[in-house]
């Protein structure tokens, strides 16, 4: 007789509960915010190759693919690589100036052609 009075509370528990959740006064958010495990340092404004490479994520149950994500970091972090040493690049040969060859170059089409003595416009 105990059993049977503990199984109806059960079950009218069940039924209360099945009810309010599906009736929304029981709020359940499946897709709750994750726990951080980690402090969320984030990328910089202008972020460079090691601020990439300093980048960590949180993983959960339903989290992201590693492999795919550490993939494209590796792929951003190679493009700001690039970046930077082009811009080194140009930033040297700014300071240093233009080669002798190209201020030849720039004198000379930046000189018109001098008036030929034999033009025919009477000239």
Do not use: K, W
Not at 64 to 89: I, T
């Amino acid at each position: 007789m105990v059993a049977l009075v503990i199984l109806a509370l059960v079950a009218v528990a069940l039924v209360v509960t099945v009810l309010g959740v599906a009736s929304g006064r029981i709020p359940v958010d499946p897709l709750a915010e994750a726990v951080h495990t980690t402090p969320d340092t984030g990328l910089p404004d202008e972020p460079t190759a090691s601020d990439v490479d300093a980048v960590r994520f949180d993983t959960a149950m339903r989290g992201y693919r590693v492999d795919e994500v550490d993939a494209h970091l590796e792929a951003l972090r190679d493009e700001l690589a690039a970046r930077e040493r082009a811009l080194s690049d140009l930033r040297s040969q700014q300071l240093r100036g233009p080669r002798p060859a190209e201020v030849s170059t720039a004198t000379s089409a930046a000189v018109p052609p001098a008036a030929s003595p034999n033009r025919s416009d009477g000239g």
